[in-house]
């Protein structure tokens, strides 16, 4: 008789695994057991007195598995033979073996949205319908293994006819599913007024798009947290929205009730219609289709759009019976909060929106939608939630000892790392909201507690700058746990991320650009524009953009004509610096105009303010100076509409890269003063379109030059390139053809700050362990 233990890693729990197993094992007629196991793994015993049984079943798993499971190991081993009589489902067991994922949330399925959509189903119009392959996930899970139990479905018994389906084992898709349901025993949707009190209707789904097509303003309660949705084809209701939001430019999302719909918005490339439509759909940020009937407004003076299809039942629902089939689909919080889920913060919403579409199933994770967009030739991951988180990203090279690490402050994300594996924590925002803070360290200890890192004693990480709420965190956090604390220079973090997720032999010497906004340098500047040299075991900045004066410090983010002002004066005198800034009609991107522009220059003369190599704010000043951006409202405008304004745009300045390229000693500089200089002296002579264009082209190409001349010296063979501006397809398009080297960009985690503690915890845990 042949006997084999089998160890299963992937996302193998919550996606019907187990009863796949078990009807394999009837189909090949061996005997033996399955189950969960507490690491996110699951444990196979098998068995016959015939071999060819035994690994025809060996062959169907590996073949034959349910659509949304992803396999990663199996892990087989001969054991001595138990003399089982049958094949069975085992009681999950808390126990870990081999750390595998936790369940991901998956979009709704053909089958369960035929089912919805059928008239003689027993599901038709069932807000809450799901199956083994799809439904909510880590959203509605207090701890593994993933059994309705642990769940927020333990709260909805099932009814005699979902336990006799739970019981069939032919029933491929709901066989020992654990998030079923039916209008019977499931979850229940219901229409609530400003008040909060319930509104008397048949049909709440209905009744909500009703009110929405009325011109209503609407909270929808989904898988990860409240949207607020509303009519994206009117101008008034849009602008109704931002004012009630106070948002006054940042973009909002759109959702379709399917391509077709879609179609009509964007321009989809082919090669993105698997993700657009499979078991993630997260946001993709895609250019609008001409005649596009959504209203400026929700995306004011961009070319583009962010949009998803509908990914439950219940938006899918509410989609169908609005008139345009699209809506703004945006995330449901009071500004600066993060996105609510705790419906006990529901009244909060009241301020914003006009009723509330919710329902009694709890949200224990909050999880805000992901956000994707096409960058040199290829999606790359902006906002790391739902459908990614929390997925294992294995390493070529396992770490020295465990990491839990806090991440940046903007727009963040946590992560722990063990073994050969990082785990990347949903999406958490910005950390200097304590909403966010608290979710953000929850987020980590659930991750802690799943992989029971605790009792191996982890390294806590941090980033360097003594002023991040995130650091902070992490210090009181180390303190009371008394573990050790590491911190870890911001762009060490992103250039770490990159090779830890490409798997770079940290024996081979490598070079990488670092560009975004800011991040704490070893000098104790404001670090952003850099080139970064690994060998030997040691981090060097072996270049970057030279020092700008941050006049009034972080106002000279949010108001980038100081900025402007800032780079301008490396080539004019102040008096010529003010007289350009009103000659060019840039005083209104000063609050208090003339006076406040007194207060720069003196700010610059007197040499007041924190120096930076930020290519974030050389962007900024680029964008001021083209009158695109004037006032930052949202994390990173400046240099989008710079980025938007270049499309169509040509390289109008042919100057050699040597002119903008300066050498002192080891180091190479780029001279943001000599390259703002030639960009003015083209202003009158040239579009908009071009100058944007040129601007960031020749940024790339002196950083790709640069980056190329010490990649040469090492004998490295490819550029890495992360940070918040590594989205920029101008800048990187120019790295690569300046460097005439292959680059790497981080496409599975987030190239910026959402990014970074997957570098802290290869850097604490490997790189920099010793």
């Given at each position: 008789?042949?006997?084999?233990?089998?160890?299963?890693?992937?996302m193998?729990?919550?996606?019907?695994?187990r009863p796949?197993?078990?009807?394999?094992?009837?189909?090949?007629?061996?005997?033996?057991?399955?189950?969960n196991?507490?690491?996110?793994?699951?444990?196979i015993l098998v068995?016959?007195?015939?071999d060819?049984?035994?690994?025809?079943f060996?062959?169907?798993?590996r073949?034959?598995?349910p659509?949304?499971?992803?396999?990663e190991i199996?892990?087989v081993?001969?054991?001595?033979?138990?003399?089982l009589?049958?094949?069975?489902?085992?009681?999950?067991?808390?126990e870990r073996?081999?750390a595998s994922?936790?369940?991901q949330?998956?979009?709704?399925?053909?089958h369960?949205l035929?089912e919805?959509m059928?008239?003689?189903?027993?599901?038709?119009?069932?807000?809450?319908?799901s199956?083994?392959w799809?439904g909510p996930?880590y959203?509605m899970?207090?701890k593994p293994?993933?059994?309705?139990?642990?769940?927020?479905?333990?709260?909805?018994?099932?009814?005699?006819?979902?336990?006799?389906?739970?019981?069939?084992l032919?029933n491929?898709?709901?066989?020992?599913?654990?998030?079923i349901?039916?209008?019977?025993?499931?979850?229940?949707?219901?229409?609530?007024?400003?008040?909060l009190?319930?509104v008397?209707?048949?049909d709440?789904?209905k009744?909500?798009?009703k009110?929405i097509?009325?011109g209503?303003i609407?909270?929808?309660k989904?898988?990860g947290?409240?949207?607020?949705?509303?009519?994206?084809?009117d101008?008034e209701?849009?602008?109704?929205l931002?004012?009630?939001k106070?948002?006054?430019?940042?973009?909002?999302?759109?959702?379709?009730?399917?391509?077709?719909?879609a179609?009509?918005?964007?321009?989809?490339p082919?090669d993105l219609?698997?993700?657009?439509?499979?078991?993630?759909?997260?946001?993709?940020?895609?250019?609008?289709?001409?005649?596009c009937?959504?209203?400026?407004?929700?995306a004011?003076s961009?070319?583009?759009?962010?949009?998803?299809?509908?990914?439950?039942?219940?938006h899918?629902?509410?989609?169908?019976?609005?008139?345009d089939?699209?809506?703004?689909m945006?995330?449901g919080?009071?500004?600066?909060?993060p996105?609510?889920?705790?419906?006990s913060?529901?009244k909060?919403?009241?301020?914003?929106?006009?009723y509330?579409?919710?329902?009694?199933r709890?949200?224990?994770?909050?999880?805000?939608?992901s956000?994707?967009r096409?960058?040199?030739?290829g999606p790359?991951i902006?906002?790391?939630g739902?459908?990614y988180a929390?997925r294992?990203m294995?390493?070529?090279?396992?770490?020295?000892?465990?990491?839990?690490?806090f991440?940046?402050?903007?727009?963040?994300n946590?992560?722990?790392?063990?073994?050969d594996?990082?785990?990347l924590a949903?999406?958490s925002g910005?950390?200097?909201?304590?909403?966010?803070l608290?979710?953000?360290?929850s987020?980590?200890?659930?991750?802690?507690?799943?992989?029971g890192?605790?009792?191996?004693?982890?390294?806590?990480?941090?980033?360097?700058h003594?002023?991040y709420?995130?650091?902070?965190?992490a210090?009181?956090?180390?303190?009371?746990?008394?573990l050790?604390?590491?911190?870890v220079q911001?762009?060490?973090?992103?250039?770490?991320s990159?090779?830890?997720e490409?798997?770079?032999?940290?024996?081979?010497?490598a070079?990488?650009?670092?560009?975004?906004?800011?991040?704490?340098?070893?000098?104790g500047?404001?670090?952003?524009?850099?080139?970064l040299?690994?060998?030997?075991?040691?981090?060097?900045?072996?270049?970057?953009?030279?020092?700008?004066?941050?006049?009034?410090g972080d106002?000279a983010?949010?108001?980038?004509?100081r900025m402007?002002?800032?780079?301008?004066s490396?080539?004019?005198?102040l008096?010529e610096?003010?007289?350009f800034?009103?000659?060019?009609g840039?005083?209104?991107?000063?609050?208090?105009?003339?006076?406040?522009?007194?207060?720069?220059l003196?700010?610059?003369r007197?040499?007041?303010?924190?120096m930076?190599?930020?290519?974030?704010r050389?962007?900024?000043?680029?964008?001021?100076?083209l009158?695109l951006?004037?006032?930052?409202t949202?994390?990173?405008e400046?240099?989008?509409?710079?980025?938007?304004?270049?499309?169509?745009?040509?390289?109008i300045?042919?100057?050699?890269?040597?002119?903008?390229?300066s050498?002192k000693g080891?180091?190479l500089?780029?001279m943001?003063g000599?390259?703002?200089?030639?960009?003015?002296?083209?202003?009158?002579?040239?579009?908009?379109?071009?100058i944007a264009?040129t601007a960031?082209?020749?940024l790339?190409?002196?950083?790709g030059a640069?980056?190329?001349?010490?990649?040469?010296?090492?004998?490295?063979?490819?550029?890495y390139v992360s940070?918040?501006?590594?989205?920029n397809h101008?800048?990187l398009?120019?790295?690569?053809?300046?460097?005439g080297?292959r680059?790497h960009?981080?496409?599975m985690?987030?190239?910026?700050?959402?990014?970074?503690?997957v570098?802290?915890v290869?850097?604490a845990?490997?790189?920099?362990?010793?």
């Amino acid at each position: 008789m042949k006997a084999l233990r089998i160890y299963v890693t992937g996302m193998v729990q919550g996606v019907g695994f187990r009863p796949f197993v078990r009807r394999i094992a009837k189909i090949t007629d061996v005997r033996g057991y399955v189950r969960n196991l507490g690491g996110g793994e699951v444990e196979i015993l098998v068995e016959s007195d015939k071999d060819d049984r035994v690994d025809e079943f060996l062959r169907l798993l590996r073949e034959r598995h349910p659509p949304p499971a992803k396999l990663e190991i199996v892990r087989v081993e001969e054991v001595e033979p138990s003399s089982l009589q049958d094949f069975i489902i085992l009681e999950s067991g808390s126990e870990r073996v081999i750390a595998s994922e936790i369940p991901q949330d998956l979009a709704i399925c053909e089958h369960c949205l035929g089912e919805i959509m059928n008239p003689a189903s027993r599901w038709y119009r069932y807000p809450f319908n799901s199956c083994a392959w799809c439904g909510p996930r880590y959203s509605m899970i207090y701890k593994p293994p993933y059994d309705r139990e642990n769940t927020a479905m333990r709260d909805f018994p099932l009814c005699d006819e979902c336990l006799s389906e739970y019981n069939d084992l032919w029933n491929e898709r709901r066989y020992h599913a654990q998030g079923i349901s039916c209008p019977k025993c499931g979850p229940r949707v219901s229409l609530l007024d400003r008040s909060l009190e319930r509104v008397e209707t048949d049909d709440p789904v209905k009744e909500a798009a009703k009110l929405i097509d009325e011109g209503m303003i609407v909270a929808v309660k989904g898988i990860g947290g409240y949207h607020i949705a509303c009519l994206a084809s009117d101008d008034e209701i849009v602008s109704k929205l931002r004012m009630r939001k106070r948002r006054p430019r940042k973009p909002f999302a759109i959702m379709a009730l399917d391509l077709e719909i879609a179609k009509k918005l964007v321009e989809i490339p082919e090669d993105l219609i698997d993700l657009f439509t499979g078991f993630i759909k997260p946001i993709i940020i895609l250019p609008r289709r001409e005649g596009c009937p959504v209203s400026d407004y929700v995306a004011p003076s961009l070319r583009s759009l962010g949009i998803m299809l509908a990914y439950t039942p219940l938006h899918y629902l509410l989609l169908m019976e609005t008139r345009d089939k699209f809506l703004v689909m945006t995330s449901g919080n009071v500004h600066g909060d993060p996105m609510i889920s705790d419906d006990s913060r529901l009244k909060e919403l009241t301020s914003i929106v006009d009723y509330v579409l919710t329902h009694n199933r709890r949200i224990v994770h909050r999880i805000d939608d992901s956000v994707v967009r096409l960058t040199h030739g290829g999606p790359v991951i902006l906002r790391y939630g739902r459908g990614y988180a929390p997925r294992i990203m294995r390493l070529r090279h396992s770490l020295k000892r465990p990491v839990i690490a806090f991440g940046g402050d903007l727009e963040t994300n946590g992560a722990v790392g063990f073994d050969d594996k990082i785990i990347l924590a949903p999406y958490s925002g910005d950390m200097d909201n304590p909403r966010v803070l608290e979710e953000h360290v929850s987020n980590l200890e659930f991750l802690m507690r799943c992989y029971g890192l605790m009792e191996r004693r982890p390294v806590v990480a941090a980033d360097l700058h003594p002023a991040y709420h995130s650091r902070r965190a992490a210090e009181k956090y180390a303190s009371s746990k008394g573990l050790e604390l590491k911190f870890v220079q911001h762009h060490i973090a992103h250039f770490a991320s990159v090779m830890a997720e490409v798997g770079h032999d940290p024996e081979e010497p490598a070079v990488g650009i670092m560009i975004d906004g800011a991040g704490y340098g070893l000098d104790g500047a404001i670090w952003g524009g850099e080139i970064l040299t690994w060998a030997d075991g040691i981090f060097e900045r072996a270049g970057f953009l030279d020092y700008s004066l941050m006049p009034g410090g972080d106002l000279a983010a949010y108001r980038p004509v100081r900025m402007l002002a800032s780079i301008l004066s490396k080539f004019m005198d102040l008096e010529e610096v003010g007289s350009f800034i009103r000659r060019r009609g840039l005083l209104r991107g000063l609050k208090h105009g003339s006076r406040e522009l007194e207060v720069v220059l003196a700010q610059i003369r007197r040499g007041r303010g924190p120096m930076t190599s930020s290519t974030g704010r050389f962007l900024d000043s680029v964008s001021a100076l083209l009158t695109l951006c004037l006032e930052r409202t949202y994390e990173g405008e400046p240099a989008i509409m710079l980025e938007e304004a270049s499309y169509g745009g040509k390289l109008i300045i042919m100057d050699s890269l040597d002119d903008f390229v300066s050498k002192k000693g080891d180091a190479l500089t780029i001279m943001t003063g000599k390259i703002m200089k030639a960009i003015v002296e083209s202003l009158d002579n040239n579009s908009r379109h071009d100058i944007a264009y040129t601007a960031q082209y020749i940024l790339g190409s002196c950083l790709g030059a640069a980056a190329a001349e010490k990649a040469c010296e090492l004998g490295a063979k490819m550029i890495y390139v992360s940070g918040g501006a590594a989205v920029n397809h101008v800048i990187l398009s120019a790295i690569e053809r300046a460097s005439g080297l292959r680059i790497h960009v981080n496409r599975m985690i987030p190239p910026g700050d959402g990014g970074t503690a997957v570098g802290q915890v290869y850097f604490a845990g490997y790189l920099g362990a010793d």
